[in-house]
């Protein structure tokens, strides 16, 4: 049982390059989302994805893409990567259902991260 | 707009010690709440989490309270170990809307134990 994986774990790019960061879950969660880090910010939730098939915009959306391939994976695609895009990436899954109202599920999974610089 | 805060960049408490992290927050609406432990390199780790509807919930060493009418929370590890050293996050999500558990972070309490 990995929990949430993600690839690469590193990478640099040149302005103006695009790139897809991975991420996958196995532990059959419906929801999935995309955080950065940046130092002094916390974090920040870029995209999310309630269920398969659906995805929203969240608090830092512009210059990012997601697709939610299957109910497994969810990646984050940077058209035109550009400096102020340099930080840490967090993907993250949940077993939030819509609707449920419990409040039990909020609990976020986290993979171990994404450090991305963009020269 | 800063909805969750942590104005405690940084905390060192003694091994064996109570380590007390705090966490404020703005809007009244969030009605669950969650800390998050980060050591470098790594992503974060769930911890502890409290819904609105409690004032307290323990686990082990760790112990939340909430008190809504302040819009303050805060986590109390008992005793404080070397191994608890790391970024500490608090995080807050609005949950009666149905959606997914989208959450607002703080910045994060750096917590170091020293022997």
Request: include cysteine; charge should be positive; charged fraction near 20%.
């Amino acid at each position: 049982n990995a929990g949430v994986t993600q690839t690469p774990k590193f990478q640099v790019l040149k302005t103006g390059q695009s790139m897809t960061l991975q991420c996958a879950q196995d532990m059959n969660h419906n929801s999935m989302y995309w955080y950065r880090q940046d130092p002094g910010m916390g974090l920040r939730l870029i995209y999310y994805s309630a269920s398969e098939g659906t995805t929203d915009k969240g608090e830092v959306p512009n210059g990012y893409n997601v697709s939610r391939l299957n109910k497994r994976e969810f990646s984050l695609r940077l058209e035109s990567a550009a400096p102020s895009q340099t930080s840490v990436y967090f993907c993250a899954s949940s077993e939030a259902r819509w609707g449920s109202g419990s409040g039990r599920g909020n609990e976020q999974f986290f993979g171990p991260g994404t450090r991305l610089t963009v020269l | 707009d800063q909805q969750v805060k942590q104005n405690s960049p940084s905390l060192s408490v003694q091994e064996g010690r109570i380590s007390i992290l705090n966490c404020d927050y703005t809007n009244s609406m969030f009605d669950y709440f969650l800390w998050y432990k980060k050591y470098p390199a790594e992503g974060p780790t769930f911890l502890i989490s409290i819904s609105s509807i409690k004032d307290k919930n323990e686990d082990g060493r760790f112990t939340v309270f909430l008190n809504k009418s302040a819009k303050h929370l805060s986590l109390h590890i008992v005793p404080s170990q070397p191994g608890d050293s790391a970024v500490y996050f608090c995080a807050a999500s609005l949950w009666w809307t149905g959606t997914a558990s989208k959450l607002t972070f703080g910045t994060g309490t750096r917590l170091q134990v020293t022997l």
